[in-house]
């Protein structure tokens, strides 16, 4: 690996070239600014990994990851600093939305194990872009079709209790199986099924086949519940609480085994219409929950006003809350809060057994993330709960 190190201390770059070496890697760039840097990564020649530091004279840190991103850097990126944690975090998550591959972040002096466990992960990513593809417009014509010829599909993220590991249920996330882009995501579609008017029958054909598949695996001796995203386009129509009855009728699924997600920047857009849907819903025993709760303005308001009954934590606070204090202390005001209301909780975002054991100790209800599942087809699913509960046993006996 080709590695570049930029800081504007000499010292710190001797010391870190040394603990490099002391790595094994011998092929390592230095400079003392970020403005000294781009000329390095604009000449033909490549850089695996480039560890910054933040505050440099000149280009800083801040800006260096801005050209880093308008140039489409792919390698991999470690912020190194002694600035106040809390900046640091600012930036780190800067770069994660620059779609900047970031290792992370480490402080100065750099603790040599660490540093190794940083560059570690490099290869783990080597054939792993997360920088998206320009996103594809789809006119109204082939959206349609896709919907009513039964081209989307459902794939399912199971849900699992912290305190007995039990399943809880699924959260239904829609795919659509193009004909020639192959498996396309929502953030791909979405958008523009709410532009062309057809978001009411997306949701109506992504409700339908969760209860079809939940049928199935009632039929196989798995009562889940199930959780559907739905668009506040949707909940404008009158008739959409009566519509949710007649279908959960239809295919014999208890009502109170639906839970209806709306993210919270959607809640804002109409409250009156929501105030007015969401309270019929929840007298016909439906559950509603209030997803991506604190990435929105008005989260308390909508808590007083709206009948939720089960507040989703958003990944942004939950992944790596056991390491960051200040993500630990929102988790536990909310996660406070929801108790005091009366809400179920469900953290999405647990990606590993750190995210776990820290969201089982706060108190949290239920688990929702790769550590315990990556979404899967419904047929997947009675296999993969066989197997989560042999691994329900072993979380418990290393508990």
Known sequence: MRLLAIDDDAFAIALLRKQLAQLGFDDVESCGDGAAAMALLDAPMAFDVVLCDLNMPGMDGVEFLRHLAQRRFRGALVLVSGENERVVQSVAKLAQAHRLRL????????????????????????????????????????????????????????????????????????????????????????????????????????????????????????????????????????????????????????????????????????????????????????????????????????????????????????????????????????????KQLGLRTVAEGVEDRDDWECLRALGCDVAQGWFVARPMPGNDVPNWIRAWRLRRDELRRSA
């Open 103 to 338: 290792l992370g972040a480490l402080r100065k002096p750099v603790p040599l194990e660490r540093l190794r466990e940083m560059l570690a992960k490099v290869g783990q990513i080597a054939g792993n872009s997360i920088l998206r593809p320009v996103r594809r417009t789809y006119d109204a014509g082939e959206l349609r079709q896709a919907i009513f010829d039964g081209r989307l599909l459902n794939h399912y993220q199971p849900q699992v209790e912290f305190a007995s590991g039990e399943v809880a249920g699924v959260e239904a996330l829609v795919r659509w199986q193009h004909p020639t882009d192959g498996l396309v995501y929502p953030d791909q579609f979405i958008a523009d099924a709410e532009a062309f008017g057809l978001i009411d029958a997306l949701t109506q054909a992504v409700f339908a086949a969760a209860l079809a598949d939940a049928r199935r695996w009632r039929d196989e001796g798995l009562a889940l519940a199930l959780s559907v995203n739905v668009s506040i386009d949707s909940l404008r129509s009158l008739d959409f609480p009566d519509r949710v009855e007649r279908a959960a009728q239809s295919a014999g699924h208890p009502r109170d085994s639906i839970v209806l997600e709306i993210t919270e920047s959607q809640a804002m857009r109409d409250p009156v219409a929501l105030l007015d849907i969401a309270a019929r819903l929840r007298l016909k025993g439906i559950g509603l929950s209030i997803d991506d709760f604190g990435t929105g303005y008005s989260s308390l308001a909508q808590l007083r006003d709206i009948p939720f009954d089960e507040l989703k934590l958003d990944r942004s606070f939950v992944h790596g809350a056991a390491q960051d204090a200040s993500l630990r202390a929102i988790l536990e005001a909310n996660l406070g809060m929801a």
